[in-house]
């Protein structure tokens, strides 16, 4: 069965350094998610990526925050200049379409800032 | 008030008894509803959607969803205590803003 696959599993990082978190989403899917676990907290949608375009991005997606399809398979989440409380798992998702499709999620990269 | 609610569990069923997990939602204008399952330490498990008022089911799961109630459940059959996990309500705000639950941890005892 066609998965999202995510890199690296683990990223340990220095506060303030910048951190590129890389996702292949499923083939035949169009649209690209991206979302942030704090350890035993609830699941948040960071912003949502659709034709080469943010479709959607919530309260956190700040500036810090980037997203981008550099080529036809990856995409991917950029943190500018990383701060302790960005210690999360990332969870990159992908869909067929939008409205009621379900998105798949990888298995996350899990991110460490020191 | 919370966008997505769910009760945190502790639930714990004996094998072979029916699981019920409860959620509710704050937006009304929420159209597409979607649980969840996540073990600990790995991602989301996509088990079910449901879009429409009234009961869907597949295998031993259940959704039902009361939009009128603002209220979306997920009913396990015949539990199995491999169905021990931490189980998500997520619903879709719009069509590609999705907002989680905090989950309900389900243990099922052998």
């Known amino acids: 069965e066609p998965e999202v696959t995510q890199t690296p599993s683990h990223q340990v990082t220095q506060m303030g350094q910048e951190v590129i978190l890389r996702c292949v989403p499923i083939?035949?899917?169009?649209?690209f998610y991206w979302y942030r676990q704090i350890l035993g907290q609830k699941v948040e949608f960071l912003v949502s990526?659709?034709?080469?375009?943010?479709?959607?991005k919530s309260e956190i997606f700040d500036d810090q925050f980037s997203v981008e399809r550099p080529d036809g398979s990856n995409f991917t989440l950029k943190i500018r200049s990383t701060k302790l409380e960005d210690s999360a798992m990332y969870f990159c998702?992908?869909?067929?379409?939008?409205?009621?499709?379900?998105?798949?999620f990888g298995d996350g990269t899990r991110l460490s800032i020191l | 008030q919370k966008e997505v609610e769910q009760n945190s569990g502790p639930l714990s069923v004996p094998e072979g008894a029916i699981a019920s997990l409860n959620c509710t939602y704050s937006?009304?204008?929420?159209?597409?509803f979607f649980w969840y399952r996540q073990y600990s330490g790995k991602s989301p498990e996509l088990i079910m959607f449901?879009?429409?008022?009234g009961d869907k089911e597949d295998g031993r799961f259940t959704a039902q969803l009361n939009k009128a109630s603002q209220y979306v459940s997920l009913l396990i059959r015949d539990s199995q205590p491999s169905d021990s996990a931490t189980y998500l309500c997520?619903?879709?705000?719009?069509?590609?803003?999705?907002?989680f639950g905090a989950g309900t941890r389900l243990t099922v005892k052998p």
């Open positions: 449901i879009y429409s008022n």
């Open positions: 997520a619903v879709k705000r719009s069509d590609n803003d999705m907002r």
């Open positions: 083939s035949n899917h169009l649209y």
């Open positions: 937006d009304r204008g929420s159209q597409s």
């Open positions: 998702a992908s869909s067929e379409a939008t409205g009621n499709q379900p998105q798949h």
């Open positions: 990526f659709y034709n080469n375009e943010i479709s959607e």
